[in-house]
């Protein structure tokens, strides 16, 4: 019979090497970046010019990155695309925010032998003392004080989207849903996380 130990943990370590990275690299929230394959961290800015003066805007945060942030970066990149095209002022059109949220439920046990189940007959078992009464805990015997933890995660993903028009000029007092360029990358320079800032 092959003995299949010799290969497994090999893959088994390669595996594990290759999550740790992958984990390292996704351990920081989404910097001001253009999104693009291949980038450290997942996400960031894009844009599709819709007319002359008209562009749509998005901005996508990895999993690490807060709906405020998402908007904040959003908005500046709506603002320096306007200062970039000449123009000084723009106004958001149709503006949305989208959630993708996942729950995972993950069935930890605090014990998994590392024979596994081949010797059926050999399962050590422990008493313990709780509430006043003595308890024996199984590890293939249902036990919620034990064996049969879960561990439940909420993940929450944002991606914002604009479309914005811009405008040369003076902005109009009474312009609903429209922003100085200059003075949002003013405002919001100082809180914007580059990519190589650690």
């Known amino acids: 019979m092959p003995d299949h130990s010799k290969i497994t943990k090999p893959v088994s370590k390669a595996a594990a090497l290759l999550m740790t990275l992958l984990l390292l690299g996704c351990a920081t929230a989404t910097p001001y970046q253009p999104q693009s394959a291949g980038q450290r961290v997942a996400g960031g800015y894009s844009e599709n010019r819709l007319a002359d003066t008209k562009y749509r805007v998005r901005f996508a945060g990895n999993t690490l990155t807060s709906r405020d942030t998402v908007e904040g970066y959003l908005l500046y990149r709506a603002a320096e695309l306007t200062v970039q095209n000449g123009y000084d002022w723009f106004r958001i059109t149709d503006h949305t925010t989208e959630t993708d949220r996942r729950t995972f439920v993950e069935?930890?046990?605090?014990?998994?032998?590392?024979?596994?189940?081949?010797?059926?007959?050999?399962?050590?078992?422990?008493?313990?003392?709780?509430?006043?009464?003595?308890?024996?805990?199984?590890?293939?015997?249902?036990?919620?004080?034990?064996?049969?933890?879960?561990?439940?995660?909420?993940?929450?993903?944002?991606?914002?989207?604009?479309?914005?028009?811009?405008?040369?000029?003076?902005?109009?007092?009474?312009?609903?849903?429209?922003?100085?360029?200059?003075?949002?990358?003013?405002?919001?320079?100082p809180s914007i996380k580059w990519p190589d800032e650690k």
């Open 107 to 189: 069935r930890s046990p605090r014990y998994e032998p590392y024979y596994g189940s081949i010797y059926l007959n050999w399962r050590p078992h422990w008493r313990y003392y709780r509430s006043g009464v003595w308890s024996t805990w199984h590890p293939y015997v249902r036990d919620p004080f034990w064996s049969f933890d879960t561990d439940v995660r909420t993940v929450e993903r944002f991606e914002a989207e604009a479309e914005i028009v811009m405008r040369r000029g003076s902005m109009p007092v009474d312009a609903s849903r429209a922003f100085d360029a200059r003075k949002v990358l003013q405002d919001l320079g």
